[in-house]
């Protein structure tokens, strides 16, 4: 993906996300965490401890997790400086 120079908004369950390639790309992350729920896992417990996610992009994944699974802790690591 090709970061562009316009930054992006666009606001999920009351959190700003910022994102600078094109929307397209932005829609298909969204739908497929989402709307599909990719990230979707059994927990083994009420409580998830810990989640974390590497390379976790622009952060929609952890508001998913957030969203999902709210008393868990996430750590969310991303490589690409830019993004």
């Known amino acids: 993906i090709r970061p562009i ?3 992006n908004t666009y606001a999920i369950n009351g959190k700003t996300v910022k994102y600078n390639f094109a929307p397209y790309w932005f829609k298909h992350s969204y739908e497929e965490i989402f709307i ?3 990230y979707k896992f059994a927990e083994p417990s009420q409580l998830p401890y810990k989640i974390i996610d590497c390379g976790s992009n622009i952060g929609l994944s952890v ?4 969203l999902m699974y709210p008393n868990s802790r996430i750590t969310g690591f991303e490589a690409d400086p830019i993004t």
């Not at 508001?63 to 957030?66: P, S």
């Open 5 to 7: 120079k316009k930054i």
């Open 63 to 66: 508001i998913y997790y957030k």
């Open 36 to 38: 599909e729920s990719v």
